[in-house]
């Protein structure tokens, strides 16, 4: 084991063969005290498809370190917005680390605000600071497959709202601006439905479906399928998908 360390960055690698049939999924953790890291580190070590690459305390260091070390998964502990600055944290990592999927942990789980500030700049997880490791290892083996996960607590405050603005939605296109086909096609995305499900439920091309779904995109000012979802699902216009 390769250990590096230099002012708020403590960086561990692994020289293990590229052999093999599968490659672990390669973790960072960005947290505002060392118990985080270590806790999250000494869970995450137990399971062989996982490997923490290392911790960073700093917003331009963690920036850095994707940069150089590439990601697959940045776990980011915002704590109370003690993590200063983090939303752009988050947008510079896209630039740099275009591939990469984040999972921000919070103690704001009623803060529905913050999670849709989260989801438009790109993060693809949303799990409290207290989540169990039976809840943070499969968020990161779902995410890193390209899926959406919202903690259950706040899952729950979204379905309030959900229930609330549902039947108001239902009877306008919404200030979103999003078209009664739009509603239906998103609603059917955040069930898991692939675009070519999608087509075949509702009887058209799966290019149409693809068109729509880059007009709804455009409309929310988002750039994939798992930001438009979630930032439905507080509109009241997809259910919350609970884990």
């Known amino acids: 084991m390769l250990i590096s360390e230099t002012q708020n ?12 049939p599968v490659a672990p999924i390669t973790v960072l953790i960005g947290s505002t005290n060392s118990y985080t890291f270590y806790t999250l580190k000494e869970l995450l070590k137990h399971y062989s498809d996982i490997r923490v690459l290392g911790e960073v305390r700093g917003c331009i260091k963690f920036v850095e370190v994707n940069r150089e070390l590439q ?4 776990i980011l502990d915002i704590g109370n917005n003690i993590f200063y600055g983090w939303l752009d944290i988050v947008r510079q990592i896209r630039d740099v680390n275009p591939l990469t999927k ?4 919070s103690d704001l789980e009623e803060n529905i605000s913050n999670f849709i500030e989260g989801i438009k700049v790109g993060v693809d997880g949303y799990l409290v600071s207290t989540a ?5 290892v499969p968020a ?12 259950p607590n706040l899952a729950f405050f979204v379905a309030k709202r959900f229930i609330h603005n549902s039947t108001r939605n239902r ?3 919404g200030k979103d601006g999003l078209t009664p086909r739009e509603i239906e096609i998103i609603g059917l995305a955040s069930k898991g439905f692939t675009n070519r499900d999608i087509a075949a439920t509702m009887k058209i ?11 709804v995109f455009g409309k929310l000012g988002v750039s994939n399928r798992t930001q438009a979802i ?3 699902m507080a509109n009241g216009h997809a259910s919350p998908p609970l884990q």
């Open 171 to 173: 009877q306008s296109a």
């Open 230 to 232: 979630m930032i439905c």
């Open 102 to 105: 984040i999972i921000l942990l």
């Open 132 to 136: 169990p490791v039976e809840q943070i």
């Open 140 to 151: 990161i083996r779902a995410v890193n497959a390209g899926m959406a996960v919202v903690d």
């Open 9 to 20: 960055v403590r960086v561990e690698a692994n020289l293990i063969s590229a052999e093999g």
């Open 205 to 215: 091309s799966e290019n149409t479906v693809k068109a729509h779904l880059a007009d």
């Open 71 to 74: 990601p697959q998964i940045n």
